[in-house]
């Protein structure tokens, strides 16, 4: 069994800083790609950034140059260092990873319970 624990969201002032972390666990043989997606409430769950193994970064246009994305393969975490945070990037955030569990050889998309990050004065 595989599970993603996120930790990290709170509420900050537009302009402020929050770093989202998120660790897997369970019985896991190899994690790809890893990563951040937000979501509204009735709305789609949208990529804000991604890292590969090899620490390759993908971002959304709306974060670039604020937001960070990290890993540790050897704890199997990823950090989401987010700056200059703007009202518009309240969301429920979900951490993401792509792995293939002990004892099989089939990659699966897995996901976080989610953390709220709101953004306001």
């Known amino acids: 069994q595989v599970q993603l624990v996120e930790s990290g969201g709170g509420l900050v002032q537009p302009g402020g800083s929050l770093r989202l972390s998120c660790a897997a666990s369970?019985?896991?043989?190899?994690?790809?790609?890893m990563g951040w997606y937000r979501q509204l409430p009735g709305e789609q769950r949208d990529l804000v950034a991604t890292?590969?193994?090899?620490?390759?970064?993908t971002y959304a246009d709306s974060v670039k140059d604020r937001f960070t994305i990290d890993r540790d393969n050897g704890k199997n975490t990823v950090d989401l260092r987010m700056d200059s945070l703007e009202p518009e990037d309240t969301a429920i955030y979900f951490c993401?990873?792509?792995?293939?569990?002990?004892?099989?050889?089939?990659?699966?998309?897995?996901w976080g319970q989610g953390t709220q990050v709101t953004v306001a004065s």
């Open positions: 890292i590969t193994k090899e620490h390759t970064t």
């Open positions: 369970g019985n896991i043989f190899i994690i790809y790609d």
């Open positions: 993401y990873a792509r792995i293939t569990p002990l004892g099989t050889d089939v990659a699966s998309d897995y």
